[in-house]
């Protein structure tokens, strides 16, 4: 009996590692709510999700970037995932994606891990240009300054570098990404 006892309270005390994981709790919640922001602006946007809808997907956005050795980097990638699947659903106009829980499941091919392929296919053709495409990981780039440090220097630097290269559509969307995480009534 004591022997179990023992046993059952290491078990207990065991620890997990995550690897991968190089930033403090606090990049890690800006990683996720950047792009939680950018999803919501970019797939949802105008639709209303209950609260717990929104921590169950955000709380899969962070799952996600902690499986990921650079988390860096797999935050910019999510995005520009994320963005990738905005062009794709403009242009195929009886596409839609589900709730996003749904969405970001790693089980649904359709869904969030279905977009590794459009990415791997960017990343193809910027090892032949690197500019293809350049302004997805600007983008990234922009919400999560905006996210960190949100400054009207800022703002308008990134409103100005896409207006300045006649990127309409995402100037738009950063704009919309922008106020939704500002006055959100559930960011």
């Not at 308008?156 to 950063?174: G, K, V």
């Amino acid at each position: 009996m004591i022997q179990a006892t023992k046993q059952q309270a290491a078990a207990d005390t065991q620890l997990t590692a995550i690897t991968g994981y190089k930033h403090n709790a606090q990049q890690l919640n800006n990683y996720t709510q950047a792009a939680w922001n950018t999803a919501y602006a970019s797939l949802w946007n105008g639709q209303t999700f209950s609260l717990a809808e929104t921590e169950a997907a955000k709380e899969k956005i962070k799952q996600w970037l902690l499986q990921q050795r650079d988390v860096a980097l797999a935050y910019s990638q999510m995005v520009q995932r994320i963005l990738l699947t905005r062009l794709y659903l403009s242009n195929n106009c009886n596409c839609y994606a589900p709730i996003p829980t749904i969405w970001f499941d790693e089980s649904n091919s359709k869904g969030y891990i279905g977009t590794e392929r459009w990415m791997q296919q960017v990343q193809q053709i910027r090892m032949a240009k690197p500019l293809h495409q350049l302004v997805l990981k600007a983008f990234a780039e922009a919400v999560l300054e905006m996210q960190e440090e949100p400054t009207g220097k800022n703002f308008h630097y990134w409103r100005s570098y896409f207006a300045e290269r006649n990127q309409q559509q995402m100037l738009n969307l950063f704009l919309s990404t922008i106020a939704w995480s500002k006055f959100s009534t559930h960011p």
